[in-house]
């Protein structure tokens, strides 16, 4: 008895989980950012993050260790076709580079960064 109890309980915790998940309108991709970048101002060093970006708010996040580094509005900008690969976009060089934009794999829209100030 005490077995199926587990078994059930088990199940119920995956269930929830999935439909946590399949609920949560959003995208991840890691990236490797090979120099200092500007995101709304906000300086974020060189090194690897995590982009997410949230369907519902339309905000992008740039987190490192589970801490947000910087933050940012976008505007979608519908695309002819999906994207067939991952893309960034920026404006500038050295110290003034600026992150611009952000495209997904598959997605038929292109992220654009709004405003000048970024929240932390």
């Keep these: ?3 199926l109890l587990s078994r059930i309980a088990i199940a119920l915790v995956i269930t929830s989980l999935a ?3 399949a609920f949560a309108k959003g995208k991840t991709k890691t990236v490797t950012f090979e120099s200092n970048i500007k995101v709304n101002g906000t300086m974020v060093p060189k090194g690897k993050y995590d982009l997410k970006f949230d369907e519902k708010t339309g905000e992008l996040s740039i987190v490192k260790d589970s801490k947000v580094i910087a933050r940012a509005a976008t505007t979608a900008e ?7 690969d991952f893309v960034l ?16 794999a598959g997605s038929d829209q ?9 929240s932390r």
């Design 89 to 104: 976009r920026s404006t500038g060089s050295g110290a003034d580079l600026q992150l611009t934009g952000v495209t997904f």
């Design 19 to 21: 439909s946590v998940s």
């Design 110 to 118: 292109n992220l654009l960064i709004n405003g000048s100030q970024a």
């Design 78 to 84: 519908k695309r002819q076709r999906k994207a067939r």
């Design 1 to 3: 008895m005490r077995s």
